[in-house]
């Protein structure tokens, strides 16, 4: 089946559909959903809608959406970082890409953004490390070294809502910049809630680099990128005088992960038996501000944190995860589906019935996928 961006498609297996995007493969295609969210969707999912046929007449979704004539380069002056306007920081940093309407969580993010954004598995990445946030943030980043223990690579301060580009690499240095620990302590000279500091560890396999599925659109930096969610401001505990953790009414995900200093790993915050967890990504389980959140933005939230626990596990010798979506309109599950076809020794199966319905879907990892 020949698509061409512009296209209106149904999903066939699922309910809902969208409108082509853009041409990812030959057997894999950009789908933007009423949602506002782009999904990649396998062609031989999908149903293309006839115009002014019986199907179109009832396809009422409202999906906007703007289709580039040709895939786009990354403009020279974009490789360049500019110093922030009065801010007083050095040339490393510059503002986020800002675009009306566009919004994205708060929190901190690395995106690896290839050079060539036409060819996106060759070449070289630059490695932004972003702050979403309103405040200003001290890290430190250190990386894995053969194994031996964990080594700076460098530390610095970024303005809020900035972007600092810490590296460009080769492809053959991705391995050594795939498992890594970025530590952050959040800061304002005005009044303002103090945040506990951040710790994240990410672990990332090389395999997704050569895989054009695994970048997405970021309009932050205006890129397509490997995307890490290293952490969102809701998830910070508030610090007060008068507060401590156990009485912050924060997210019961967020006192576990933040009992301690850090945990062995993020997924361990669901484990339901050794080697197995039980992830469930209904919104109300995840945000407690989720009645807040656009419906775009719950779904790019659910997503990323479906992604970060399923990294975790496969770095940490999970066995088994299941991850439950929910009915719904399906849009979730679709794209739980093809993001997990980007991974190879994964065993895709649905879950108990008699526990979860519909609802799930329960991921299998072999020993050879670490």
Avoid at 51 to 64: C, E, I, L, M, N
Avoid at 174 to 189: C, L, P, R, T
């Amino acid at each position: 089946m020949d698509l061409k961006p512009g296209d209106k498609v149904r999903f066939l297996n699922e309910k809902g559909g969208g409108i082509v995007t853009g041409i990812l493969s030959n057997t894999m295609v950009n789908v933007a959903i009423e949602e506002g969210f782009v999904v990649p969707v396998q062609v031989k999912d999908l149903i293309v809608i006839e115009p002014k046929g019986a199907a179109d007449r009832f396809f009422d979704r409202q999906v906007k959406v703007n289709l580039p004539e040709k895939p786009a380069t990354v403009p020279e002056k974009a490789k360049e970082p500019t110093a922030l306007p009065e801010t007083g920081s050095d040339d490393r940093t510059s503002y986020l890409y800002r675009q009306s309407g566009i919004r994205a969580i708060e929190g901190i993010y690395m995106a690896f953004a290839p050079h060539d954004q036409q060819w996106l598995i060759s070449g070289n990445l630059d490695i932004f490390l972003i702050n979403n946030t309103g405040y200003d943030a001290l890290f430190s980043f250190s990386l894995m070294e053969e194994e031996k223990g964990y080594a700076g690579v460098d530390y610095d301060v970024i303005p809020p809502y900035s972007k600092l580009l810490l590296e460009t690499i080769s492809r053959d240095d991705i391995e050594g910049w795939s498992d890594g620990v970025m530590q952050v302590i959040f800061h304002k000279n005005e009044i303002s809630p103090i945040l506990s500091p951040l710790h994240a560890a990410f672990k990332i396999k090389p395999v997704r680099f050569y895989k054009e599925t695994s970048y997405q659109d970021f309009p932050l930096i205006g890129l397509k990128a490997v995307l890490i969610n290293l952490g969102d401001l809701a998830g910070q505990v508030i610090i007060s005088s008068t507060e401590t953790f156990a009485k912050s009414g924060i997210d019961p995900a967020a006192k576990q992960k933040l009992s301690a200093l850090t945990p062995e790993a993020v997924i361990d915050i669901h484990k339901t038996a050794p080697f197995e967890a039980e992830v469930d990504l209904h919104i109300s389980a995840l945000r407690q501000d989720y009645a807040e959140m656009p419906q775009n933005e719950i779904l790019i939230y659910q997503l990323e944190y479906f992604s970060r626990m399923l990294e975790s596990a496969i770095a940490h010798n999970y066995t088994k995860v299941t991850f439950i979506h929910g009915i719904g309109n399906g849009t979730l599950k679709t794209a739980i589906k093809s993001r997990l076809a980007e991974y190879d020794h994964l065993e895709i199966r649905n879950a108990p019935f008699a526990k979860f319905g519909y609802g799930a879907v329960e991921v299998v990892i072999s020993q050879k996928g670490n």
